[in-house]
């Protein structure tokens, strides 16, 4: 068999940074066999300038709405965001009006996945609401699993809400297959998902792996406690009368987390509002993880979670980037920077676990992506400009393998 070497000034395993004189030796195919010690790994040995690392896992992102790059106005605040994104998801491009909009939208896509692989990404948690991203995810460059949204807050639309979602389900199932590659079927938010569509994405069958937006804006919390706040203003522009909902008295996650079952996996997405009041609610729920997506949320709302508020509670940490409609980049790196600057006693290995292991773990991928634990093939990366295990301005990532 033929070996790969790779040493550098720091390697990280997963979990955390190897001694510092490690090798890691993969197959030529970037199958992990070991770590060893410099002075056991023979000649042919690639050193690099910079920290060795698993392929990242992008838990959260819209790549269906690539071609919406550079749309939407900044700091609008969710429910202008969200009225926005409505309005221009079917605009052609203006740049080319000779180009039809689906050609638009497939050419962005393939653009949009060559950003991620570029950027390190081997593993993609996708939100899906159309098919549109399926020819290009058959090439199988990247490990996806599709999370099919469903919404719907009028209960008497929750089962034609769900059979359009199941039909876009079945699509996916039969259009491709590999080892880790999986299908759910999920929940968009608390304030676009009734009781009723709960309860039918909760027992749809093989639903192991669930994502849900939560507390994305703290106006969430507001219309969940007493069915006030600006998203009335969302509802009356759709159209839609909510005025059956007098709220429930509690906040959203605390209202939402009972429609799930325990052995159900739960990725809860942006969490900007969560708070010590909503650890408790939950403290006794098991396979949550929270995803940050720090770059969407100071492009639609100029705030970032409470990170350390989010690491004492002990669940587990994802990155996510979101979409092109309110991200300037697809890059896991670029989000960890972001963090690292606004939170500057986040610790890079903590970083890099929620990037890589961490995310793996949250997809149900770890048997294959997320570490160097031999027998695994996670892609190697680089990243460099580093001072001393410090991520500056200037670090950036080139994939190795």
């Known amino acids: 068999m033929t070996y790969r070497k790779f040493k550098a000034d720091y390697l990280f395993t997963g979990t955390e940074l190897a001694a510092g004189d490690s090798v890691l030796i993969t197959s030529e195919d970037g199958i992990v066999q070991a770590i060893i010690p410099a002075t056991e790994a023979g000649e042919d040995v690639l050193q690099y300038n910079g920290l060795l690392s698993p392929g990242f896992v992008n838990c959260h992102c819209h790549l269906e709405l690539s071609h919406m790059k550079g749309l939407l106005p900044e700091k609008t605040g969710l429910v202008d965001f969200l009225l926005a994104v ?35 990404i081997v593993a993609v948690g996708d939100i899906c609401n159309t098919i549109d991203t399926i020819p290009q ?54 304030y ?19 994502t849900i937006h939560n507390q994305e804006d703290p106006e969430e919390n507001a219309f969940y406690l007493s069915a006030r706040g600006d998203f ?32 159900q996996s739960l990725i809860l997405v942006h969490n900007v509002a969560t708070n010590e ?13 929270f995803c940050l997506c720090p770059c ?74 997320g570490s160097f634990l031999p027998g695994r093939q996670p892609g190697v990366v680089l990243i460099d400009n580093l001072e001393e295990t410090r991520l500056t301005d200037r670090s950036g990532v080139t994939r190795l393998v």
């Open 296 to 369: 969407a949320n100071l492009y639609i709302g100029g705030r970032l979670p409470e990170v350390d508020t989010l690491r004492r509670s002990g669940i587990p940490i994802v990155i996510g980037t979101d979409s092109l409609a309110s991200n300037h980049q697809l890059s896991i790196l670029g989000e960890i920077k972001v963090l690292q600057r606004a939170f500057p006693q986040l610790p890079t290995p903590d970083l890099l676990q929620w990037s890589t292991l961490n995310g793996a773990r949250a997809l149900q991928m770890e048997t294959a992506l």
């Open 86 to 120: 409505m309005a221009h998801r079917n605009q052609p491009p203006a740049a080319s009006p000779e180009t039809s909009l689906q050609e638009h939208i497939r050419s962005s896509i393939e653009t949009a996945e060559q950003e991620m692989l570029d950027n390190g």
């Open 232 to 263: 009335l203003r969302l509802y009356k522009t759709l159209g839609l009368d909510v005025s059956f909902f007098s709220g429930t008295g509690k906040r959203s996650l605390e209202s939402i987390v009972p429609h799930f079952y325990h052995n």
């Open 192 to 210: 676009s998902v009734s009781p009723e569509l709960f309860r039918l994405v909760a027992g749809f069958p093989g639903n192991h792996v669930l």
């Open 277 to 289: 009041e909503d650890l408790r609610s939950i403290a006794d729920t098991p396979n949550l993880f």
């Open 137 to 190: 995810k058959t090439a199988g460059r990247l490990y996806y699993h599709n999370f099919i949204e469903t919404m719907g807050f009028l209960p008497s639309a929750a089962a034609q809400r769900f059979d359009h979602s199941r039909k876009i389900f079945d699509t996916f199932a039969q259009a491709y297959t590999l080892p880790v590659e999986a299908n759910s079927i999920v929940p968009h938010a608390p």
